[in-house]
């Protein structure tokens, strides 16, 4: 049986799609592009979202257009086989992990099609009853790293919770200033990423003083190296894992079991390989909360809409986009997000 269960079997007709292109300025100092695939069919409209995060890859999709040979009568299931099948990169991806992004656009704007095709919602489908999305928003202090970006954003909302990625140059003052936000609810180390703009070396100094600083905070992707065991021995149930989790093999390898992993949907690679690793989460007592890759569009709905039906209650970093605009506006929604579930398709919002 499909690790989908009856959701494998929905029947799917495409009849044609399109690109879309998005793009917005964000507080880390780049502009984000992304796509929206949106797929037709019997007068509906099924929309994923690629979240490949080089531009130059985002420009060649595009460029390329809808070429893919998607049209037919599929099951959902069989649909997914034959996305596995296509080269969906008129060149090469400029990072690994991409094509994993990639496929589970389209598998997402699938999903939503055949929903959407049969007038069920994503949670009517598998008997779930979505619920209000506790989140955070995960930030970068600038450098030189400054309170700005925080004080920002507590000033217009005073109950916001963060998830912030600590670096070397974060003194005793700026922690100190930090810790009196009582507004930190999770860390990031970036231990785990290697060859991109967020790495962060293993720093035993850095360790010490964050770990020690915010006793109640999850402490994610720390790199394990003979100078932060130590320091890291007495904290591994707050540890999370992140940017090495993609299948149940990578929850299997770690080097002790979690009590809680980031889960990534585009970083699956797929809607099976997401399904099957929030089974074995389940059936294992892991505790899961969603994260975002700068979705643009209505991948960060969808991000959310899983949130609310998997793992509603834990620090979901899956904020609505408008928090992470150079200048956060007004009027953003607060923490717990209310149901948004649109009534048929894999929509929120």
Request: hydrophobic share 40%; charged share 25%.
């Amino acid at each position: 049986m499909s690790v989908l269960g009856d959701l494998g079997t929905l029947p799917l007709h495409l009849e044609g799609y399109e690109l879309e292109r998005l793009q917005r300025d964000v507080s880390s100092d780049f502009t984000r592009v992304s796509t929206h695939i949106r797929l037709h069919g019997d007068g509906e409209e099924g929309i994923g979202e690629d979240v490949t995060y080089d531009a130059e890859d985002q420009d060649a999709l595009q460029e390329a257009g809808a070429v893919q040979p998607l049209d037919g009568k599929w099951t959902l299931d069989a649909f997914c086989d034959h996305v596995a099948t296509l080269d969906l990169w008129p060149r090469p991806a400029l990072r690994p992990p991409s094509v994993l992004y990639r496929r589970w656009a389209y598998e997402s704007a699938a999903l939503d099609l055949a929903l959407r095709q049969n007038g069920m919602s994503l949670h009517e489908a598998l008997g779930r009853e979505p619920r209000p999305v506790n989140f955070v928003v995960s930030l970068r202090l600038g450098e030189p790293p400054t309170m700005q970006p925080i004080e920002d954003r507590l000033a217009r909302y005073p109950t916001l919770k963060f998830k912030l990625d600590p670096v070397s140059g974060w003194d005793e003052e700026l922690i100190a200033a930090l810790v009196a936000t009582g507004a930190v609810d999770s860390v990031d180390f970036k231990g785990m990423y290697v060859g991109t703009v967020v790495d962060q070396p293993a720093d035993p100094l850095l360790y010490r003083r964050v770990v020690e600083a915010f006793p109640d905070a999850w402490i994610e992707d720390p790199k394990l190296t003979p100078e932060t065991e130590p320091v890291l021995a007495s904290v591994h149930d707050r540890i999370t894992w992140d940017a090495i989790i993609h299948t149940v093999d990578d929850v299997k390898a770690l080097p002790f079991a979690p009590r809680m992993i980031n889960v990534k949907p585009s970083r699956a690679g797929g809607l099976r390989p997401l399904f099957e690793l929030n089974r074995y989460c389940e059936e294992h007592g892991i505790q899961r909360y969603g994260g975002g890759q700068f979705e643009l569009g209505v991948g960060r709905g969808q991000i959310q809409y899983l949130a609310s039906i998997f793992h509603p209650d834990t620090p979901n970093d899956v904020a609505p986009g408008g928090y992470n605009d150079v200048e956060p506006a007004d009027g953003l929604p607060s923490s717990p997000l209310p149901v948004a579930a649109h009534p048929t398709g894999f929509r929120w919002g």
